[in-house]
């Protein structure tokens, strides 16, 4: 998939766990897993922004095009 989700990276940067990004986010840690490994097919944009909120980033912070091939 050339969408790469990049949650973990910033999670490390600011030293948070899934568990506590996903209780302030408001969805479940299956959820979010299934976000940070790619598997999902889409996300909303009211997700994406609450997790640039809660991360300090920006959307490009949590999502990268690498282009196939």
Same mark, same amino acid.
């Given at each position: /998939?050339? $969408? *790469? $989700? #990049?949650?973990?990276?910033?999670? &490390?940067?600011? @030293? /948070? +766990?899934?568990?506590?990004?996903?209780? @302030? *986010? =408001?969805?479940?840690?299956? #959820?979010?897993? $299934?976000? @940070?490994? =790619?598997? &999902?097919?889409? *996300?909303?944009?009211?997700?994406?922004? &609450?997790?640039? @909120?809660?991360?300090?980033? +920006?959307? =490009?912070?949590?999502?990268?095009?690498?282009?196939? =091939?």
């Amino acid at each position: /998939m050339p $969408i *790469i $989700i #990049n949650v973990d990276v910033m999670l &490390a940067k600011r @030293k /948070m +766990q899934s568990k506590e990004l996903a209780e @302030k *986010i =408001g969805i479940t840690t299956v #959820n979010l897993s $299934i976000l @940070k490994t =790619g598997k &999902a097919k889409g *996300i909303r944009f009211d997700t994406l922004e &609450a997790i640039c @909120k809660v991360l300090n980033c +920006q959307p =490009g912070d949590v999502l990268e095009y690498v282009e196939e =091939g």
